[in-house]
Structure formats: C-alpha cells, structure tokens
C-alpha cells in the first residue's frame, strides 16, 4: 500500500521510493530547472529545458509503474511500506507467511506532531530550520511536510543529535503547493519572501510504526455458534519468526480466551521492505525511461541520450532476453537483470 498525498493538494504524488529530488540528482539535471525555477545555475550547467509540472507528474507516473512491476517479482517493497488487513485463512499454529517478505514490524501506520509552522531561514540556499527539540530517537522517522499539507518535502542534510533536529533543505524543493504550475520560464530564484513562490514554514512530523495494532482474529459468519451475516474480530499480538521471508504467527491477545479456537482467518498489519540501493535506484529509473513515450527534454540535452539508450532495443534478441518479463528494451533488460538477481525465495522453516 503506497502513501501518497492526499489529491486536494497540487504537488506531484510520488509514490516511488525514488523521489524526484534524488532522481534529478543521478540523472545530473540541475535541481532548479527540474522543480520550476529559473536560476543562473541553468545556465552555468547547459540546462536547456525548464520542466513543468506535466513533465514532473509523468516521470512519477513512471518511476512508480516501474519499481510496481520491480517489487512484484522481488516479493518485497523497496523502501518501507505498510500493509494493513492483509487476509489469511487460519492454520493450527496461527503461523503463515506475509504476501510481502523483508518485514520490518507488526502494527500500521501512524503519524504524531513534532512541531507545526517552524520558520524557514531563507538567507542562503539550501535554506534551514532552526534546531527543533524531540523526544524522537529514529532519524528515519522524522518527515518534513509544507505547514498545513500532507505534501513531504525531502531535505538534503538531516540530523538528530542531543533531542534537536536540524534540516536544510534546497530551495528548489520548496515550492509552495500553490506554485506548482510553474510558467515555461520558471519562477525566479530569487523572490523568497513571503508573497514569492517558496515555502516559509514546514510541519515537521513523526511517521512511525504503531505496533498496539499487529491484527485481528476473524469469523467470518460470528463466533456464538449460530450463523450471523455479519463477522466477529478479536485483537491479536504476533510474532515475527523470519524477517526475510515475513513468517509471522498471531497469537490471542492476552487477555483473551478459547473462544479464539473457532476463528478461521486472521488479518494482519505490518510494514516490509528493503532500503533504497544505488543499483535498485538504476533500475527503476532504467525501467521507467524504457517506458516514457516522450521525454520532456530538446533533442540537445544530455538527459536525451540517457533516454534513448535505455530505450534502444538490439536488432539480435538473446532467448534469455526474449524470456525476460519487463520487454526487450535495454532499459527493461537492465531492470529485468537487477530484478532476477535480486528476488526473494521463500525459505521452509525448521
């Protein structure tokens, strides 16, 4: 289950673990002319296209469709990602295996306040926030948010040290929700007050795993003995067996009793995956230039040649090529390697 900001705002939904900020970064493109802003720097590095927000919600299409069909045959999310209500029937060991492996907790998702409207210093670029106290121990678990939105915004220096955070944060990535319509010219760097096109406060959240919620016990028709047309649920605690290859058993909760004997499935809530690798990150982005059918780019930037080569296909198909699942492109190849190379088995426990 992606989370994604919610559809009321205007930013580009990036459900990718891949955000736009780290892809302009390996694709080489100048952050300021991929997030709207016109900036000496576009020129300095022969930035020839400022792109648009079209341009930006097509390449998160794709980014996500792609690490999609990569996680699908990897049987395990890369980044972390939360599943909830994920059915089982029940064995008699209340032992089963999650759709997903690489499980990193029991519980759901859940989301506390750190701070709200905490003032950006816009004096340089990357701006700053001033250090805010937490009680929060888990870097990881510290997400920024434009004040009063549920759109993230990804800093490029993070730090916990003594109860204070610390974040800076490139202006490029600070674009007001409202200025995500960016005219072909872009905005201008330099306009940081206020009334400008640039953030001036963040909500700094905590984002984390809850485990009081691990699951239920379920029957499906009730549990007094006569049919109902309706289902019963009594809370449950669990147990993770093997994080890699996600067996988990769910227990009664303590305070419950035999009536857990006649449940027959069970429901489970729990995150998974792996972090973000440098040759997971090509991958995806192999995978989804293969499939844009337009870059938003001139035929003279450099950004074209990576798109054409991941989109080239031989004359000459191998047979093993031939059997890959992603298609004949080189870019899909890529992936396709990464992917075979990379995938989970599931192991028998002893």
Known sequence: MSVIPSLQFNATIEASALKLPRYAQIIRYDENAFFGINAATNRERAV?????????????????AAQDDIESVLL????????????HNRNRRSMFFT????????GTRAVSEIAAGVALNHAADPAVIPPTVTTVTDVN????????????VFPSVLTLVGGFINASFPRARLVKDSKQENPAQGWPYDDTGPTGPFMQELDIRRVYTDTSDVGVFV????????????????????????????AVTLLPDP?????????TQLRLNYSAGLPLSPTAEDAIIHLAHARLSVMPCSDSDPLMMLWKQDRFTPQDISEQRANARFGFAEGAWRAWVYVDKNKHFRTTLI
């Open 99 to 106: 759709k997903w492996a690489q499980v990193l907790a029991l």
């Open 255 to 263: 305070t419950g009793n035999c009536y857990y004997c006649g449940a």
């Open 48 to 64: 020839r296209k400022i792109f648009t927000k079209i341009d930006r919600d097509m390449i998160a299409r794709e980014l996500t």
């Open 141 to 152: 678990e510290i997400h920024f948010y434009q004040a009063g939105t549920d759109v993230e």
């Open 76 to 87: 395990y999310p890369l980044g972390e990602k939360w599943f909830e209500n994920e059915q």
């Open 219 to 246: 029957w499906p028709l009730g549990k007094q003995g006569c049919p109902e047309c309706r289902e019963d649920t009594e809370p449950a605690c669990g147990y993770i067996r093997s994080t890699l290859s996600g």
